[in-house]
């Protein structure tokens, strides 16, 4: 069955950096796009990035463009999210999931959270 | 960017009772890419519904999506106790791609 696993968050200081992988089993992932998805707490649902399958399109929201990278390397069957330059309002759980299509996401990872504080 | 507005933001019901969730978009979601997903406490989010009204696979039959362009509908026809959760909408027919604001469905 499909599963995604997030790991890598943590508590982290403001300005520094977290990288977190999503590791994918039970599908071919080098077929399919993937995205971040976060929620801070109290808060609804903000699509971070999207990466097609190959790597070669990216999208990032306004609020972490120019700060946070998405990547993916197929050969591990992994995604991953390195985030600079961490403010408090980054601290969130962190959601990978598949793209079924053009932004939706059917199946998810549990999420990892990240808390951005000094 | 299209702002998505979802109401009532909570809705108190009894199990068995229906549910009927609004998402109201500020512009026309373009093709009617229009989302739906359930998140509870803990848990990754589920996808409900997308397209508007195409159920996602293992979605049982009481979810149902319907609407076009600015104004969609989430109804559940007969709550279970595991429904009770708060939904999305989510547009994708536009960049950037936004969720709406959530509604709580409670048990009352």
């Known amino acids: 069955q499909v599963q995604l696993v997030e790991s890598g968050g943590g508590v982290v200081q403001p300005g520094g950096s977290l990288r977190l992988p999503c590791e994918a089993s039970?599908?071919?992932?080098?077929?399919?796009?993937m995205h971040w998805v976060r929620q801070a707490p109290g808060k609804g649902l903000e699509l971070v990035a999207a990466i097609s399958y190959d790597g070669s399109d990216k999208y990032y929201g306004d609020s972490v463009k120019g700060r946070f990278t998405i990547s993916r390397d197929n050969s591990k069957n992994t995604l991953y999210l390195q985030m600079n330059s961490l403010r408090a309002d980054d601290t969130a759980v962190y959601y990978c999931?598949?793209?079924?299509?053009?932004?939706?996401?059917?199946?998810w990872g549990q999420g990892t959270l990240v808390t951005v504080s000094s | 960017e299209i702002v998505l507005s979802q109401s009532p933001v909570t809705l108190s019901l009894s199990p068995g009772e229906r549910a009927t969730l609004s998402c109201r978009a500020s512009?026309?979601?373009?093709?009617?890419?229009l989302a739906w997903y359930q998140k509870k406490p803990g848990q990754a989010p589920s996808l409900l519904i997308y397209g508007a009204s195409s159920r996602a696979t293992g979605i049982p039959d009481r979810f149902s999506g319907s609407g076009s362009g600015t104004d969609f509908t989430l109804t559940i026809s007969r709550l279970e106790p595991e429904d009770f959760a708060v939904y999305y909408c989510?547009?994708?027919?536009?960049?950037?791609?936004?969720f709406g604001g959530g509604t709580k469905v409670e048990i009352k």
């Open positions: 512009q026309s979601v373009n093709n009617n890419y």
């Open positions: 989510q547009q994708y027919g536009s960049s950037p791609l936004t």
């Open positions: 039970g599908f071919i992932f080098s077929n399919y796009g």
């Open positions: 999931a598949r793209d079924l299509y053009q932004g939706v996401g059917d199946y």
